[in-house]
């Protein structure tokens, strides 16, 4: 992994587009206040919104096997069977 480019506090300020540009292409960079490191500028990383039909038949292969029966009794277990009177509280 390359090294991040250190900006001064200053730069920031007066850069502040051209570095922000800079962060959302994916570059990163340490800031820096009368030469102390003082934090950093990375680019947040972006969500998938959906997962590739192959890379989810992929990872199927190696999941456990389901049981039915195994998941209907842990919704049993744990879901409340009758409906909620908010008036008997």
Not at 25 to 30: D, I, K, L, N, R
Not at 64 to 76: G, I, T, V
């Amino acid at each position: 992994m390359a090294a991040q480019q250190e900006i001064t506090q200053r730069d920031l300020r007066n850069r502040s587009k051209e570095i922000m540009d800079a962060v959302q292409g994916g570059q990163a960079f340490t800031v820096t206040r009368d030469g102390h490191r003082i934090g950093e500028l990375i680019p947040l990383r972006r969500r998938r919104r959906f997962v590739p039909r192959g890379e989810f038949t992929a990872m199927s292969r190696t999941s456990p096997d389901l049981s039915l029966d195994a998941f209907r009794a842990d919704q049993e277990a744990t879901a409340e069977q009758r409906p909620d009177d908010p008036y008997a509280r």
